[in-house]
């Protein structure tokens, strides 16, 4: 199995281009998250969703959009990317708290 | 959301036990304490959870006081690729009247020396 494969891995974006970042998982997994990582900081939550059709905000959702359309993909969209939206950015799914949470390897966006 | 309060760095002796603690006062009744580190900027990885009683699988043990106001993660014999950002968060069981996202801290960083 894959896990949760994030793609691209690295992105460079001029100030107001718009991207979207993939997210996948092969586990069957329900929950599904988006955090940002600012350096030498922790993850914050940006948006989560419980199953297909179904999402909700984290702590900093500003600029960022999210949809579920199937149980595999979750991808995360940048509207009018900022500077203040360079980060890395993690995708995680679950099936239960009962194994824990697997996560991507990231994608390193800089917004120039 | 229960916060959790975690020591900004400790540092670790190869081969000995390291130690992480964690406060979390302010727990509820059906909140899980889960562990997670992070490996040099890597995806974090799921170490261990508990609700109450001390649980161990083959990565670490976690122990919980009686009264659930905090934990500690024990690491038996640290090796060198133990160096990471622990995490401690508290969380509600998935499928609970609430969603159970997890909420990271700043974490412990844990140096492992030779």
């Known amino acids: 199995n894959a896990g949760v494969t994030q793609t691209p891995k690295f992105r460079i974006l001029k100030i107001g281009q718009s991207m979207t970042l993939q997210c996948a998982q092969d586990?069957?997994?329900?929950?599904m998250y988006w955090y940002r990582q600012d350096p030498g900081m922790g993850l914050k939550l940006i948006y989560y969703?419980?199953?297909?059709?179904?999402?909700d905000k984290g702590e900093v959702p500003n600029g960022y959009n999210v949809s579920r359309s199937t149980t595999e993909d979750f991808p995360l969209r940048l509207e009018l990317a900022a500077p203040s939206q360079t980060s890395v950015y993690f995708c995680?799914?679950?099936?239960?708290?009962?194994?824990?949470?697997?996560f991507g390897q990231g994608t390193r966006l800089t917004v120039v | 959301d229960a916060k959790t309060t975690q020591p900004p760095s400790m540092d670790c002796a190869e081969g000995r036990a390291a130690n992480l603690p964690c406060n979390h006062s302010?727990?509820?009744?059906?909140?899980?304490v889960y562990w997670y580190r992070q490996i040099h900027s890597q995806g974090p990885q799921y170490i261990i959870h508990?609700?109450?009683n001390n649980e161990t699988n083959e990565m670490a043990s976690l122990i919980i006081t009686e009264d659930r106001k905090s934990s500690t993660l024990i690491l038996p014999h640290a090796t060198l690729r133990d160096t990471a950002v622990y995490y401690c968060i508290v969380s509600y069981l998935h499928g609970s009247s609430n969603t159970g996202k997890l909420i990271f801290g700043q974490g412990t960083t844990l140096q492992v020396k030779p």
């Open positions: 508990g609700l109450k």
């Open positions: 302010t727990i509820s009744g059906n909140e899980y």
């Open positions: 586990m069957n997994h329900n929950y």
């Open positions: 969703s419980v199953g297909a059709g179904i999402t």
């Open positions: 995680a799914s679950s099936h239960s708290n009962l194994l824990g949470a697997f």
